[in-house]
């Protein structure tokens, strides 16, 4: 059989999220803006002697490292889009981006909880209104860069569909309540989890920068020079308590774990009906807005495989479907 007689039958695993182009070069935009600020916290933190500014300009560091992964495995997931290497594509690129931060994340909270408890020891003198100043701009960089990715839908859902084999919804033979509620767990699926991440990043950095600022107004107005080094624990908690669930969140897709019971529940629901049933059966994200699907169906009157494959289309997000048909065999040895 010639390679030419089967291309009907072929398909690309291209399961890169909606506007990918435009979410890379907004995250790079970011990144400049980081990276600057980053620069500018930490010298002025170590000129006027704040731990809180100290511990803004090494999250800001981190947040800046993090950002620059998400905007190389965009770029990396582009270029290698068609990759025959990449079995399922390279949509999961963001997920490893996201784990490996979170790992970076982790080590630097402990690093500015460490330091924030030497202060508590050892106080130095702060000039608080050099310090609030550049705390000031920090924060308000931090709200820009914010704004940019929350325009590129950072917060938001993803709807592109990458796969021929489903592409329509509300199929005509289920009820539109039911789709409904299901909404809730269809928008998380669609979610582009690197910026998303990118977008959680900044946010973190503008929390920081607040109590940086809150910090350093105490210890000004009232003396509270302690506030200084609480406020870096209090950053550092923050940070760490994001990158667990940054770690939660990204080994879940790259560990293959089912994104949602909803989607399990649907397949089922579509396809075990008039005696059909599922013998196994494997859902697993393989991209912003993709899920992939294994199905092995037992049956005593077996039915193309695309037969099946169409009663899945009103599923949102199915963009790979494999479909295994058995006949059940103790219904043929009654029959012989």
């Known amino acids: 059989m010639h390679t030419e007689s089967v291309e009907p039958w072929s398909h690309h695993h291209v399961f890169l999220g909606n506007d990918h182009a435009r979410n890379e070069w907004r995250t790079w935009i970011v990144v400049a803006l980081t990276a600057a600020t980053m620069v500018g916290e930490i010298v002025a933190g170590l000129a006027f002697g704040s731990m809180a500014l100290l511990a803004d300009g090494f999250h800001?560091?981190?947040?800046?490292?993090?950002?620059?992964?998400?905007?190389?495995?965009?770029?990396?997931?582009?270029?290698?889009?068609?990759?025959d290497r990449f079995s399922f594509g390279t949509g999961k690129l963001g997920e490893l981006a996201g784990f490996s931060s979170a790992i970076v994340l982790a080590l630097v909270a402990l690093l500015i909880g460490f330091e924030s408890l030497l202060r508590f020891a050892e106080p130095v003198p702060i000039r608080f209104g050099e310090a609030i100043a550049v705390a000031v701009v920090g924060l308000v960089v931090n709200l820009v860069s914010a704004w940019i990715l929350h325009a590129g839908g950072g917060h938001g859902h993803d709807h592109h569909h990458g796969h021929a084999h489903a592409v329509s919804h509300d199929h005509g033979d289920h009820r539109d309540g039911q789709r409904?509620?299901?909404?809730?767990?269809?928008?998380?699926?669609?979610?582009?989890?690197?910026?998303?991440?990118a977008y959680l990043h900044v946010l973190t950095d503008a929390l920081t920068s607040v109590l940086a600022i809150v910090a350093l107004l105490a210890g000004r107005f009232?003396?509270?020079?302690?506030?200084?080094?609480?406020?870096?624990?209090?950053?550092?908690?923050?940070?760490?308590?994001?990158?667990?669930?940054?770690?939660?969140?990204?080994?879940?897709?790259?560990?293959?774990?089912?994104?949602?019971?909803?989607?399990?529940?649907?397949?089922?629901?579509?396809?075990?009906?008039?005696?059909?049933?599922?013998?196994?059966?494997?859902?697993?994200r393989i991209g912003p807005g993709h899920v992939a699907a294994i199905i092995s169906i037992v049956t005593d009157k077996p039915q193309e495989p695309e037969r099946y494959k169409d009663k899945l289309n009103w599923i949102s997000g199915l963009s790979h479907v494999t479909v295994e048909v058995q006949r059940c065999e103790a219904h043929q040895h009654e029959a012989a």
């Open 60 to 83: 800001m560091a981190t947040h800046a490292a993090a950002l620059s992964i998400a905007g190389l495995a965009y770029w990396y997931a582009r270029r290698h889009a068609r990759d």
């Open 180 to 197: 409904a509620s299901e909404s809730h767990a269809d928008g998380h699926m669609h979610h582009d989890h690197n910026l998303r991440a």
């Open 222 to 284: 009232y003396g509270w020079i302690w506030m200084d080094p609480l406020m870096g624990i209090v950053g550092s908690i923050v940070i760490a308590r994001w990158s667990w669930g940054l770690l939660k969140g990204a080994a879940a897709v790259l560990l293959d774990m089912t994104p949602h019971q909803a989607i399990s529940r649907d397949v089922r629901m579509a396809l075990e009906q008039n005696g059909d049933c599922i013998a196994d059966l494997h859902v697993w």
